[in-house]
Structure formats: C-alpha cells, structure tokens
Nanobody
Framework: QVQLVESGGGLVQAGGSLRLSCYAS????????MGWFRQAPGIERSFVAA????????YYADSAKGRFTISRDNAKNTVYLQMNNLKPEDTAVYYC????????????????WGQGTRVTVSS
C-alpha cells in the first residue's frame, strides 16, 4: 500500500513558477515509478511527467518539455515537479501517481493516486 499526498499548488500569474511536492508513505514505495497527471473540468486526465525509481528514465508530455522538471528524493520518499513559465492552459488539478510500470503514461497504468493539488494560472 502506498499513500500519496501532494502539496505546492496555488494561484500564479502566467510566466510564473510553482514547485509541487508529493510525499509517499508505505513499505512498498521502493521500486515504484512516480509521476504526475493533471485534469481540468470536463477534460480527460492526462499525463504530465514520470520518473523511474533510479531516475534513469524520465518522461514528459510534449506540453511539459522545456518548462517542467520532475525529480525525486528517495531518501525523503518525495517526488517533485518544478513548473516554470506557466501558461493558463496549465490550469488543472495535479495528481501524484505511483506505478509498478516503468512508463505509466496513461491513467490505467497507475496503481496509486494522490488527492490532487490545484494549480491556477491567470492571464
């Protein structure tokens, strides 16, 4: 069992930055790929970024490349998403995800979800 708790969301002006954090608890955290998805009202939950246990493989959605950086600190059981140059279209609830799959780029590949943290980017 893995429990995920996100933090760091909020309201930011376009062009600004936010850093999301996800703390994972549970004895089975070791070996999990961690990632982030996002969902806006009426829109399908979509992949943002993922990082494997060792950090040897990192994946980004096209919309995130060049602006977002995912990282993890296994000693702290925490994964981060640094978001720079935010745009209004980034507005969504961001969900932390944990998966046994090494590339959980669709929601069905995710084994555990956090409750989400809201990000709002104003024009």
């Amino acid at each position: 069992q893995v429990q995920l708790v996100e933090s760091g969301g909020g309201l930011v002006q376009a062009g600004g930055s936010l850093r999301l954090s996800c703390y994972a608890s549970g004895r089975t955290f070791s070996g999990y790929t961690m990632g982030w998805f996002r969902q806006a009202p009426g829109i399908e939950r979509s992949f943002v970024a993922a990082i494997t246990w060792t950090g040897d493989r990192i994946y980004y959605a096209d919309s995130a490349k060049g602006r977002f950086t995912i990282s993890r600190d296994n000693a702290k059981n925490t994964v981060y998403l640094q978001m720079n140059n935010l745009k209004p279209e980034d507005t969504a609830v961001y969900y932390c995800a944990a998966a046994l799959s090494t590339r959980p780029t669709i929601a069905r590949e995710v084994d555990y979800w956090g409750q989400g943290t809201r990000v709002t980017v104003s024009s």
